[in-house]
């Protein structure tokens, strides 16, 4: 059975600092990663998806990057943090073929003081 | 690019009772339609969904209807129960790897 683990659970950091948030899965081969990002009591925002290794989409624009360095790991990062940076951040994939359907990771909460 | 509008944003139904909630789109390329419930500090989990090539789809108590001409889906859940409660979110893709959610609904049920 396929495993998705994401880290860190929490993180609290200051405005200016850099991030990095991780998310690993294990037990399927080359799937399609995604990142969302969710405010507060707030709707699924898409922001990155990958379908291979080194290869990676920007869905929009928050001042954050990703990159896929291995087929089952994808990061999240940014060198300054903004408060507009709090909230929820969610891992997700899908299958490589025929893969309309996400499952999401257990999140990242963050919140940038 | 496409959006998806999601209503109500607060639902209160009585114990038993049907549930509804309706999603519309713009774009006549979307092709899938999940459904998502989130319990409050958790991650979303996949109920239902349905593709483009079906106008209804049921898992138990929950039924999805679609209407391609008007754009709009929606989803029914029978005889709601108290863990029912939580937030539902609708999204939209054209398969191109991007999804859009619905800004999403507080279900309360409530005995």
């Known amino acids: 059975a396929q495993t998705i683990h994401q880290w860190p659970v929490a993180e609290i950091k200051a405005v200016g600092s850099p991030l990095s948030l991780g998310c690993t899965i294990k037990?399927?081969?080359?799937?399609?990663l995604y990142w969302y990002w969710q405010a507060t009591g707030g709707t699924l925002q898409q922001l990155f998806y990958?379908?291979?290794?080194?290869?990676v989409e920007s869905v929009v624009q928050l001042n954050l990057s990703a990159s896929r360095p291995k087929d089952d790991q994808f990061i999240l990062s940014t060198e300054k943090l903004l408060l507009s940076h709090s909230g929820f951040y969610l891992c997700?994939?899908?299958?490589?073929?025929?893969?309309?359907?996400?499952?999401f990771g257990p999140g990242t909460r963050l919140t940038v003081l | 690019g496409e959006q998806v509008e999601q209503l109500p944003s607060i639902l209160r139904v009585q114990e038993g009772s049907s549930a509804s909630i309706n999603c519309s789109y713009e774009?006549?390329?979307?092709?899938?339609f999940p459904w998502y419930k989130q319990e409050p500090g958790e991650n979303p989990k996949l109920i239902i969904d349905?593709?483009?090539?079906?106008e209804r789809k049921q898992i138990q108590e929950l039924i999805v209807l679609l209407d391609k001409k008007a754009k709009r889906f929606s989803l029914h859940i029978t005889d709601t129960q108290p863990g029912d409660s939580a937030m539902y979110f609708c999204?939209?893709?054209?398969?191109?790897?991007?999804?859009?959610f619905g800004a999403g609904t507080r279900l309360k049920v409530i005995a």
């Open positions: 997700a994939w899908s299958l490589r073929t025929g893969g309309y359907e996400q499952y």
């Open positions: 037990g399927k081969s080359s799937p399609n």
């Open positions: 990958s379908i291979t290794v080194g290869q």
């Open positions: 774009d006549s390329a979307s092709n899938y």
């Open positions: 349905i593709r483009s090539n079906m």
């Open positions: 999204a939209a893709s054209t398969g191109n790897y991007k999804y859009v």
